[in-house]
């Protein structure tokens, strides 16, 4: 399975952002999809996850009512929809999916087996 990410770039807080990723090769074994951040010196962590065939989300705090993860079955793509961005949301932002992912063990990077290259969203203040 290979995973492209794109949509990061520049913007002004307050301002809004969409990632894509999209999906390629053996998808039939992907079902949980999500997003990771990780800004210079810190740790990779969560942000939002989904399953591809069962709805229902979960995204981490600091996002919430921010940011919303949706997906689109037919392109294989899952977006991150991310709106009122604060300079703390500057990070390299990357796609993960892998099989069944248990929502109590979502937020952790190890549940996932494959990883997109990674986009940086700057948020400038």
């Known amino acids: 399975v290979q995973l492209q990410a794109s949509g990061g770039g520049l913007v002004q807080a307050g301002g809004s952002l969409r990632l894509s990723c999209a999906a390629s090769?053996?998808?039939?074994?992907?079902?949980?999809m999500g997003w990771f951040r990780q800004a210079p010196g810190k740790e990779r962590e969560f942000v939002a996850a989904?399953?591809?065939?069962?709805?229902?989300?979960n995204s981490a705090d600091s996002v919430e009512g921010r940011f919303t993860i949706s997906r689109d079955n037919a392109k294989n793509t899952v977006y991150l929809q991310m709106n009122s961005l604060k300079p703390e949301d500057t990070a390299v932002y990357y796609c993960a999916a892998g099989g069944y992912v248990g929502r109590s063990v979502r937020r952790i990077p190890s549940a996932y087996n494959y990883w997109g290259q990674g986009t940086l969203v700057t948020v400038s203040s």
């Open positions: 989904l399953n591809w065939s069962v709805f229902g989300t």
């Open positions: 090769g053996r998808t039939v074994s992907v079902y949980s």
